[in-house]
């Protein structure tokens, strides 16, 4: 392990919503803006950018360069990362290995998505792509329905409940009613979840996050160089990824995402760290299911424990360790390619005591943690408070 | 720049065709094993993907990890880059950063594109994506008439001829009728291009590269673990991206690839060499236009002076730079995302002597230009063998 260490310098974040005035390269540009803004650095390097559907929603590929350009970086280095909802976790991966190897000293990073208002395809079927096209797509599934099998053999093998599972969106929707980024900033109620419409039995429309357009951009550099450039940063201290089958029948536990369990346990050792040290996650939560799947792999609590740790207050601030802060995929919002960016970017602000009204006291550690596909991959950060 | 140094183990190619039989991760898989079988490494740690159309034509994103499952290589980490044509050589950069900033040792990269026999999407509808899909492809561009426009200016403004472009395509067609991984391998004459259907005035049927499928898989590791795996590897001396803008509109030159220009002056400076130093190079002839461009902007002749050079035999075997032997993009083929990938294959190929009957004799430096949209980016890698 012959690394650089690599900052997080600052971060940029639209509001999560339906943008049907702003292009992909508009949404992407405020936030990059909002993150160079913060900063006096010399020059940009290169972007590493996270996106999943543009080729099927906006007709654009090739958007390194296109956002390169749109930011005025022309000439740098320019590419995107796709690894499904996965992306921008994944972008943020490439990005610090472009750091640390000592190719590139400032690059911008993160992630953007445009999934309403397309000018082509369909949007459901588009994040389908992220299955396998050939043994799960082609047979009419959906990655609501993959899920909802998950789903209900968890209640089966737990003896858990819908109304166990409701009351983690309750949870992510009291957080996300603090975040100005979020895109559904309100209070919910176990009924609220009980009574929505179901869309795959057992999962109903607020077990599930929304579909949103949104950008989130991070500016790394060089950890020793980071403090010519700003008082607050965050050093990047564990960072991993890892893969399972994409086929989800093609695993012998429907109950565990391996690819978490794999991806956090590289990356605790990197940090040398354990789940224990974590202040602050930002987890995929793209169903109520995967909020508590996610949750046990990252080793926060027992496997089929997570709602009676989620009743005791465990997950929030002053618990075990404050899960989702921000409200989550399930409130804050879930633009597939842009979540694993935003996740990131939320620990940073955490740690350096930036998110105002969703502040989690005192964080100094705190980790991401965005899946690909039905947990086909998983991208793990962990951040520490710059000293 | 504190980087560890990294090599190229192995390669493997599919031969470029229209693979109806074959599936995206079959190819790729293909390619993979045949890599993976020259050597004995120990395990594969992560594996990044340049891939364009997937999307569009196979209905397949995420597949870092359709194919990290499909090779066995689960759970380790595995991403896909996009760069448009320039995927693959952008994939081999992003796969460089990963092993030189310390954090893999063993690389699986390359790319993999399946163009035909899609199911769903038209193949040049998708390939047009690579522009800018609000200022170009929505007003009806295509990359063929885009070029059109450039190769008509560079007529005008050094008095040139279809004739003169004709003859590249002949000349690639002599080299690549020896190269078994060649969609097109076979002899042409000038008559052949030009009389062949006319597509985008003045680029005729025979100035374009074909549509095919294919994949190139690279195996890289630390240059100082290459020895104990295999006794012909070459070493990456440089290796560099650049943008420019991605509407050429924009332009101030319609007749200079700048992503090229400043790509190369970065790889260039990194290897500590010059144009005079490549025995062999790989360039990005999409149409014949592009490919008298980039020899011109990678410094092997001066500007206008491509064609005059052409036909003095300076870019065949034993001239100033040996062009293409693969036959290039004309008639190796043109699988977009994974062309980048074959060109640093095929240099390497060169370089470790393994390029049988479209060997050029007692080459030594290497170089593989890889552009991706109407030059919006390049990614330029330097090889040289290892000793």
């Not at 000592?102 to 000018?119: A, I, N, P, S």
């Not at 992220?130 to 099998?149: I, P, Q, R």
């Not at 550099?221 to 965050?234: G, I, Q, R």
């Not at 602000?349 to 006291?361: E, I, S, Y």
Request: charged share 20%; glycine share 10%.
């Amino acid at each position: 392990m012959i690394m650089r260490k690599v900052a997080v310098l600052s971060t940029g974040l639209t509001k999560v919503d339906k943008h049907w005035r702003k292009s992909l390269r508009e949404l992407y540009g405020e936030a990059a803006k909002a993150a160079i803004n913060q900063t006096k650095v010399p020059q940009l390097d290169a972007l590493i950018i996270g996106n999943m559907c543009a080729s099927d929603l906006s007709d654009q590929n090739n958007i390194g360069a296109l956002l390169a350009d749109y930011l005025g970086m022309t000439p740098s280095m320019a590419y995107r990362i796709e690894a499904a909802c996965g992306s921008g976790g994944a972008a943020v991966l490439g990005a610090y290995t472009a750091v640390a190897s000592g190719m590139y000293d400032f690059v911008m990073t993160g992630g953007v998505e445009k999934l309403t208002d397309g000018v082509g395809g369909n949007t459901t079927y588009s994040l389908g792509k992220a299955a396998d096209a050939e043994f799960e797509l082609f047979y009419g599934s959906s990655f609501v329905s993959l899920n909802a099998m998950i789903m209900n053999h968890y209640m089966h093998v737990y003896h858990t409940s819908r109304e166990d599972f409701a009351d983690l969106a309750v949870l992510m929707h009291k957080n996300g009613a603090r975040n100005p980024y979020a895109q559904l900033p309100f209070p919910i109620t176990r009924d609220t979840v009980m009574n929505s419409d179901m869309i795959s039995d057992p999962i109903s429309l607020y077990d599930c996050a929304p579909v949103g357009d949104g950008a989130a951009a991070l500016l790394l550099c060089p950890l020793e160089d980071a403090p010519k450039y700003s008082d607050t940063f965050v050093e990047i201290v564990g960072i991993a990824g890892a893969t399972d089958t994409i086929n989800i029948s093609s695993r012998t536990d429907l109950l565990t995402l391996n690819s978490t369990v794999v991806a956090a346990d590289r990356a605790y050792k990197m940090a040398k760290l354990t789940p224990k040290d974590i202040d602050v996650a930002e987890i995929h939560d793209t169903f109520t299911i995967t909020g508590a799947l996610s949750v046990e792999d990252l080793g926060f609590c027992e496997k089929g424990k997570f709602h009676k740790m989620l009743a005791n207050g465990a997950f929030e601030a002053g618990g075990i360790v404050a899960i989702n802060p921000s409200g989550g995929l399930k409130s804050r919002g879930h633009p597939v390619g842009a979540t694993g960016a935003y996740q990131v970017a939320e620990i940073a602000m955490q740690l350096c005591n930036k998110a105002d009204k969703w502040q989690v006291p005192d964080a100094e550690v705190g980790l991401a943690q965005n899946i690909g596909g039905s947990g086909s991959s998983t991208y793990i950060t962990i951040l520490r408070r710059a000293r």
